[in-house]
């Protein structure tokens, strides 16, 4: 290979390089790193911000080929220091009239000079590929805190804003993932009206998650955008929306005035952008639209039936057996997420006369309920209609005796259980015994009683959170046939004393090694640390992190991004 290194970290990119080298790259006799294979280096890197800053200071050709992957999703990360810069670079790359406009608003002096006379090295928002916007209008709001006088903050911020998105959203803008979140003190209709004015035919991920619009928006701007998104994009493959629910509800019943057409501009808006896709695999929603155009919506997501993989209800209002009538007919449906129910009160009792027959949702392998308050009687009808087919069983809410019964009875093949119980049982016990499980993770709030026996030798994720002493948790460890256990996480143990650390090396030696990552809440970690910083040397050879929040969800894996509520 033809890279000399100067230093220890161009070394390492090029020891790097040469391990990650497509084959085809290194086959001729005397080889150069030809563009085309650093580009396929540089995108192994690409969620790798470290090194590919250092790419960029080996020599120009390593950084004309990494700026743009490093500027293709700038605000997928969120952290002060780094978003500051990114929208600091940005704003360099802003014309002169703006920055005028900008030193007129009171932007700092020090900060001034800088932006009047340096030019960037690249015209960065030509890069963006993809566009987180909460993560951003952090980074934006820090950035015009620090920048400007207080009194003016809320009318600097709307300024910045509108050039940022000038800068970014034009008719060059190339973006393939979207993710729109309505921030209440920063109106964005300007931005949203332009929009449909773009070509965004290479859109492939498009989040819109909205609150708080005026009815104007609803009835004429967003229908406005996502019938002309019809026509533009058609490779969108992830899609998700959330609107609040007072567009079906209030408005219709509250104001007479309202046409039942225009209400249903936001609908039939959907339904088209929906329809026109090529292939829609995962589809997020809340029952955003009105009782009548239900059909449409869900015969829009049939008519993807060939692959769409995933639907996640971020709430659901009307609720009735017809429900699994339209779920029936997408064939390619694996995963169901349910999130919450309106008013379920009405239907919990009507589903109880519904008969269907079993084996009805047999295309369905994995289910999420990931809130507390999902009636029973749903996710018991559920569990009934997937007969046999579940591989995957997630529940944040408390499950009963019912449901574990159903699970015994209808669930033999999961290999994925989190769920949540009051105390545990003997038909607990059992049933995780029985079940070739892979991944378990278990939240006990009372009574919890010994797993040693019954945790299934195939296990490689399992979680704890429940009550336990530490003496409990060395004799679980000490008694469990867990070799394949790679990942441990635990939440809650009582009664710490030195010995904490010990346990687990212990553990993972009995199974040569095979633990690669110990979890643990918060507080736990703490004293993790301070017990093996006393040890003289370091005998575990397991990762120590801090426990994650997304257990009963698939979103993030699938948009990249946790859904999160704000209000
Ligand atoms: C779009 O790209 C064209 C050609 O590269 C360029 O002339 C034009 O100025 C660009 N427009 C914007 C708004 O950047
Ligand atoms: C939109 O952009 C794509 C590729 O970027 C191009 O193939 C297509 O022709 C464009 N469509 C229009 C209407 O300009
Ligand atoms: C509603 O739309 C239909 C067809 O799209 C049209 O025939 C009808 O006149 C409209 N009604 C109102 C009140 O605008
Ligand atoms: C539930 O059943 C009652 C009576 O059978 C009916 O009036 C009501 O509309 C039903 N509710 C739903 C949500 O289907
Ligand atoms: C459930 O599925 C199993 C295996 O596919 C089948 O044998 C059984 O008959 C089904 N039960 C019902 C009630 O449909
Ligand atoms: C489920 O497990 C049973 C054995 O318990 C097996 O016969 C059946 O084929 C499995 N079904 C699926 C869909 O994996
Ligand atoms: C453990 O993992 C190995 C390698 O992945 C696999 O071959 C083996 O069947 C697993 N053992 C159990 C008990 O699942
Ligand atoms: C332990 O792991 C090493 C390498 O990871 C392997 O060579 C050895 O056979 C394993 N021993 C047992 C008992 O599994
Ligand atoms: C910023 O984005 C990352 C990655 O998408 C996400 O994990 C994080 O929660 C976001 N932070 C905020 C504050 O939105």
Sequence with gaps: ???????????????????????RCLTRPRVNLIPDCLLEIFSYLKDDRKTLFSCIRVNRLWCRLAIPILWSTP????????????????????????????????????????HNNMKPLFYYPRFLEGFIIDNYTLGLKKWVKENFQNENLLRAQQIVDTMMMELIFNENCSLKKFKYVNYIEISRIELLKKLSNFNLSLINTFEFLGH??????????LPNL????????????????????????????????????????????IVNLIKSQNSLESFS??????????????????????????????????????????????????????????????????????????????QIQNIYFEENDIPFRLIDTIIRLSNHSLKRFYSKRILNSIILSS?????????????????????????????????????????????????????????????????????????????????????????????????????????????????????LLKEFILLDKKELWNTR????????????SAYEEIFGCPYYKYT
């Design 1 to 23: 290979m033809d890279l000399k290194p100067r230093n220890l970290t161009e070394s390492i990119i090029c020891l790097i390089a040469l391990m990650i080298t497509p084959k």
């Design 75 to 114: 605000f997928k990360y969120y952290s002060q220091k780094y978003t500051y810069k990114i929208i600091n670079t940005y704003i360099t790359c802003l014309n002169t009239q703006d920055k005028v406009i900008l030193k007129k608003l009171g932007l700092r002096n020090c900060i001034k000079n800088n």
């Design 212 to 221: 708080g619009y005026t009815k104007e928006m609803y009835f004429n701007i």
């Design 226 to 269: 996502f019938n002309q998104m019809s026509k533009s994009s058609r490779n969108i493959k992830h899609l998700s929306f959330y609107f609040p629910k007072t567009i079906s509800t209030t408005i219709t019943t509250k104001t007479s005035i309202y046409n039942n057409n225009d209400s249903a501009n936001l609908d039939l808006s």
């Design 285 to 362: 929603t809340n029952e955003f639209w009105m009782k009548c155009s239900t059909e449409k919506i869900f015969n829009s997501l049939i008519s993807h039936s060939n692959s769409l993989k995933f639907i996640k209800f971020f709430t659901l209002i009307n609720f009735n057996q017809e429900f699994f009538k339209y779920i029936k007919q997408i064939h390619s449906l694996r995963t169901l997420e349910f999130k919450r129910f309106l008013f379920f009160e009405h239907f919990d009792s009507n589903l109880s006369n519904m008969i269907i027959p079993q084996n009805y949702l047999s």
């Design 407 to 523: 699970i015994k009875s209808f669930c033999p093949n999961i290999t994925h259980l989190h769920i949540s119980l009051e105390k545990s049982s003997d038909l607990l016990l059992n049933i995780i015994k029985n079940l070739p499980l892979i991944s378990l993770y278990l939240q006990v709030r009372y009574n919890f009683l010994s797993l040693k026996s019954c945790l299934p030798i195939s296990l490689q994720y399992f979680g704890l959170d429940s009550e336990i002493d530490q003496d409990d948790l060395d004799d679980l460890l000490n008694n469990a046939i867990l070799p394949n256990l790679s990942i441990l996480e635990l939440l809650s143990i009582s009664d710490i004393n030195e010995n904490f650390r010990n346990i687990f090396i212990k553990f993972n030696e009995k199974f040569n090694h095979s633990l690669k990552e110990l979890r643990l809440e918060k507080s």
């Design 541 to 552: 050879s397991f990762k120590l992190s801090e426990v994650k929040n997304f257990k009963y």
